[in-house]
Structure formats: structure tokens, C-alpha cells
């Protein structure tokens, strides 16, 4: 009985590593299809029809934390503990800064507000105000319905959210938001 076990056992083993051996020349046969030869140039990379692809402004890391320290400042001014968030056209974080004493809440607050307003290019203020119209919007996932968000534009277009939470008051927030906005908009 020993013997049997240990006979498929060993079956087990080399039928494995033949379809692994088998897999790998697939892998191979694969990597060199075309009929190229081995160290032959690769393939030209083929670029996309003009008129397929668009480009769009981005706000640069620098101007984001620009931003960020705007609202920290300008928060700090006003005796308040806030934390802030700055997203991308497409709802990434990318800052987010917690003031001194901002409590544990704000960070993902302020990430929300900030997707919010640039989902929808309005401050949070005034989407609150929608929701009476459209309740489910609330429903949709990452977003808050809370004063403190506000959008950033190039050419009209949203490009980034800021999002501000942690005052008494989502108007204090996006007074604060509205403060990272001009930052970028000063020279």
C-alpha cells in the first residue's frame, strides 16, 4: 500500500512539473511569435490615431501642498484645528495635511469634501442644496454633503477638489477651502 501512495505521489510531482516545464515554453514560444529571432529588435511601439487621446491640465504636487499650507494658514488665523485634503481631477489624494489639534475625523472629511466638489465642480455648499432635489445623491460611494469642499478649475474644467473639515462649521470649512483656491490663483 505504501508503494502505491508513493507511486502517485510521484506521478503528482512530475505531471506538475511537466505542465510547469509546458507553461514556460507557451511563455517562451509566446515572447518570440512574430518569427523574430532571438536579440532581433523589439517591435515598434504603435501611437494612438490623432484625435484618439486628450489632454487635460493637472495641478502640480507643488501647488497642491501650496494650497494645503494656504488653508492651514489661514485657519490657524482664525484660532481653528482643521485638516485639509487636495485631490485630483480623477478623486486621488494628492496632499493632505492635518493641522495642529484637528481631530481624528477630519482627514477623511476633508478627503471626501474634496472629492465631492471637484466630482461635481461645486462647492459642497451648494450640493448640499441639491440633495433636496436628489436625495440618492448622497448614496454615491466617497462622497459628504458638508460645507467645506471646494473645486479648482483651469479653463473652466475641474482639476482638483479641496476639502476642509474640522471647524465648528461647514462654512468656516469652506471659507478656509476658498482660501486654498485664491492661493492658487494669486500670483
Known amino acids: 500500500m505504501k508503494h502505491v501512495k508513493k507511486a502517485a505521489r510521484t506521478r503528482l510531482i512530475t505531471g506538475g512539473a511537466i505542465v510547469?516545464?509546458?507553461?514556460a515554453g507557451v511563455g517562451a514560444y509566446s515572447a518570440s511569435a512574430g518569427g523574430e529571432s532571438a536579440g532581433a529588435a523589439p517591435a515598434a511601439v504603435t501611437e494612438a490615431k490623432s484625435g484618439a487621446t486628450t489632454a487635460r491640465a493637472h495641478l502640480t504636487v507643488a501647488a497642491a501642498t501650496k494650497a494645503a499650507k494656504a488653508v492651514l494658514d489661514a485657519a490657524e488665523a482664525e484660532n481653528q484645528r482643521v485638516?485639509?485634503?487636495?485631490?485630483?481631477?480623477?478623486?486621488?489624494t494628492l496632499v493632505t495635511l492635518r493641522g495642529d489639534g484637528a481631530g481624528p475625523q477630519s482627514y477623511e472629511s476633508a478627503v471626501k469634501k474634496a472629492f465631492t466638489a471637484v466630482s461635481w465642480n461645486a462647492p459642497t455648499s451648494e450640493l448640499v442644496k441639491r440633495l433636496e432635489q436628489a436625495p440618492n445623491l448622497k448614496d454615491v460611494p466617497g462622497t459628504l454633503f458638508l460645507g467645506g469642499g471646494a473645486p479648482v478649475t483651469a479653463g473652466g474644467a475641474p482639476i482638483a477638489g479641496i476639502g476642509v473639515a474640522g471647524a465648528p462649521s461647514g462654512d468656516l470649512d469652506e471659507k478656509f477651502a476658498r482660501a486654498g483656491v485664491t492661493a492658487l490663483t494669486a500670483s
Open 20 to 23: 510547469a516545464l509546458g507553461l
Open 83 to 92: 485638516g485639509v485634503a487636495v485631490v485630483d481631477r480623477d478623486g486621488n
